[in-house]
């Protein structure tokens, strides 16, 4: 049954070790409640003795202990009720919730020692009582219990080890390195110590054969518990998170960072939260100061630590913070949670839900908080994981709108100064009724763009999106503060009226003189594109390629197909420039030619030049080099 319950056999040390907190903690409230009590409260502490000889390994702690009926009641259950009876309740729990409830009702903690003991036996005396308890037991749905005069406060267990068995991920728990292992692991912000009694301590043996000089055997004696080493405290008991502000240093915090996130610079913030009420935690979050080189991976192991009442349960909780935010570093400590916890439980526990909810806003909100405090340390952040956390604009409609307030986006206003989109509408030109983008590979080609043409000549400002998330959250979010988000690159540009501006008339009068030029490139070109119309965005190009106001960008379909989601293929519209010389010299070709032959090879130039223009590729490359040649050729 225990082997069910757990993956990992290393954790029994863990839970004994918990155990043992908890009943200091008792103690301790016990001392503070009951003046009269008579107990020992000078020197709390949990203590591990290993006998390599014997195989034996004891945890003793000096805390509030167990009277004989609590000995009975509370660690006999799972002996009393049967091992059977329990996987049997254990399977008829419909939940993984009932689950979790019944391991806490059980004590399961306690029993995972039989994991990596074949025998168990635990001596115990309750603070304030005379005479103590010595429960044994095999593991085998039995144990034996006694009274006993001689038992010191607080309770021991004492584990007989199986052999170490590699195979069995059994380790060999009489070796010192490996019990300081686990507990720094597992139990380092402990509040009591954890000692480790060293060797020369453990009650070895003494020569007693010789009893011809007494004297000099006493003083020997003395002598060598004189040179006995001190016990070694194993955990640190900084529990930093627990500490008010004031009472740790930056450099305190540092270190912990460094512990946690392996990292050897200094974090960029320090955020931390503690809730009280009706559930209470502590949280303890670092914001790095630049982002791993596995970020994107897909096994990237999140940095959150989550501990229950100061114990270590598990490394990466992915259930704390969303995958967003995977970046952020630290630990948090929950009051209430049973230390019986899957990932699986977590995903589900109603608290765990309200704290991603709470500790999600306190990120966000640290980070705009930082925005306006410290932009030196925001442009860091921003340089570093905005990709990131551009992806919660995609999957976190809650904080969405926080999320946008605290990202910044690179613009053609300047090259340095990457601008809000609340700073991009406050400049926004009188009759202007979009926020303007265009996404690609890189600043650079986004500027060389056509498509950025007409909106350089009017000195209107576009935001310039090179990620990859960029693609899709602009269409999840659709508009700021009324303003929708447009694509230069999508349907028809309209930038108002200018002094300059051709009257509507000269307009309806190149849409007539092209018509003809439109209709039989469209047929030409065939499949290739949806539609062959006059451009207002272009200005110097001949010609650019453009997606229906409503269609998928090709980096956007190639982004899904990539995921093994099939989209189907969006036609595109050739847009083409009339006041360019290429555009009216085809024009006045087709108008004066009975022989079209050769201008259809001109038309797929024209439009092969469009695709490469925005970043494509021309549907046969090939073809479309020997196309260019020739026409060199003949022009030389």
């Not at 009706?278 to 994107?296: C, G, N, V, W």
């Not at 499949?527 to 272009?538: A, F, G, N, Q, Y």
């Not at 190009?541 to 093994?564: F, H, K, Q, W």
């Not at 797929?604 to 490469?612: I, K, R, S």
Request: with cysteine.
């Amino acid at each position: 049954m225990i082997h069910s319950v757990y993956s990992n056999k290393d954790v029994f040390l863990r839970e004994l070790v918990s155990n043992a907190s908890d009943a200091l903690d008792k103690l301790r409230l016990a001392a503070l409640r009951d003046d009269t009590l008579d107990a020992d409260v000078s020197d709390p502490h949990i203590e591990i003795e290993i006998d390599a000889e014997s195989r034996t390994l004891t945890v003793r702690d000096n805390g509030i202990g167990m009277s004989y009926d609590e000995v009975g009641r509370l660690i006999g259950t799972i002996a009393n009720s049967g091992t059977a009876k329990f996987a049997q309740e254990l399977r008829e729990a419909q939940e993984e919730a009932g689950a979790e409830g019944l391991i806490g009702q059980f004590g399961v903690g306690f029993y995972s020692g039989f994991m990596v003991a074949d025998e168990m036996t635990l001596l115990t005396r309750r603070a304030g009582e005379s005479q103590g308890t010595r429960w044994s037991s095999r593991g085998e749905g039995t144990y034996t219990l006694a009274r006993v005069d001689d038992a010191p406060q607080g309770t021991s267990v004492t584990l007989h080890l199986k052999p170490a068995d590699a195979d069995d991920q059994l380790h060999d728990y009489t070796a010192d390195w490996t019990i300081k292992q686990i507990v720094k692991r597992y139990s380092d912000f402990i509040t009591w110590p954890i000692r480790l009694v060293p060797q020369a301590a453990r009650g070895g043996a003494t020569d007693t054969t010789d009893t011809s000089d007494t004297s000099d055997a006493t003083s020997d004696s003395a002598e060598s518990a004189e040179a006995a080493p001190e016990p070694e405290t194993l955990n640190s008991m900084k529990a930093l998170w627990a500490r008010s502000r004031d009472e740790v240093s930056d450099d305190e915090y540092h270190e912990l960072y460094k512990h946690i996130s392996h990292d050897w610079r200094e974090p960029l913030e320090t955020v931390r939260l503690q809730a009280e009420g009706t559930f209470e935690y502590q949280a303890l979050l670092f914001l790095p100061s630049h982002a791993p080189h596995d970020l994107y991976n897909q096994n990237y192991q999140r940095g959150v630590q989550l501990y229950v009442k100061r114990v270590f349960i598990m490394d990466d909780c992915e259930a704390l913070l969303p995958p967003y935010l995977r970046f952020v570093k630290g630990v948090v400590d929950a009051a209430d949670l049973s230390l019986n916890v899957s990932r699986e439980i977590l995903q589900q526990d109603r608290h765990i839900r309200m704290m991603q909810r709470r500790l999600t806003k306190k990120v966000v909100s640290t980070v705009k908080d930082m925005m306006t405090a410290a932009p030196d340390r925001y442009a860091t952040f921003w340089r570093e994981f905005g990709a990131v956390l551009k992806e919660g604009l995609v999957t976190d409609s809650d904080n969405r709108d926080t999320l946008l307030a605290v990202s910044s986006f690179a613009t053609t206003r300047g090259e340095d100064e990457p601008t809000t989109l609340k700073a991009y509408l406050e400049r926004m030109k009188d009759g202007q009724d979009a926020v303007y983008y265009l996404t690609g590979e890189s600043r650079q080609s986004i500027e060389n763009s056509p498509h950025m043409e007409a909106f350089r000549a009017k000195g209107i400002e576009v935001l310039l999106l090179t990620d990859p998330v960029d693609e899709v959250w602009v269409d999840a979010v659709g508009e700021f503060e009324g303003k929708p988000l447009r694509s230069v690159a999508k349907g028809e540009v309209d930038l108002g009226a200018e002094d300059d501006e051709k009257a509507d008339g000269e307009r309806e009068k190149q849409s007539e003189e092209y018509a003809g030029l439109l209709g039989w490139m469209k047929e030409r070109l065939g499949e290739e594109v949806k539609e062959v119309r006059l451009s207002s965005r272009l200005t110097v190009s001949p010609a650019c390629i453009v997606s229906d106001a409503n269609d998928l960008t090709p980096a956007l379909e190639n982004m899904y197909r990539a995921m093994g989601q099939e989209v189907p293929r969006a036609l595109r519209i050739l847009e083409l420039n009339p006041d360019h010389q290429l555009v009216k010299g085809l024009n006045q070709a087709y108008n004066e030619r009975a022989d079209r032959a050769g201008l259809a090879e001109t038309a797929e130039l024209l439009h092969g030049l469009a695709v490469l223009a925005e970043g494509g590729r021309p549907k046969e490359p090939g073809r479309f080099v020997k196309l260019v040649a020739d026409h060199l050729e003949r022009a030389l």
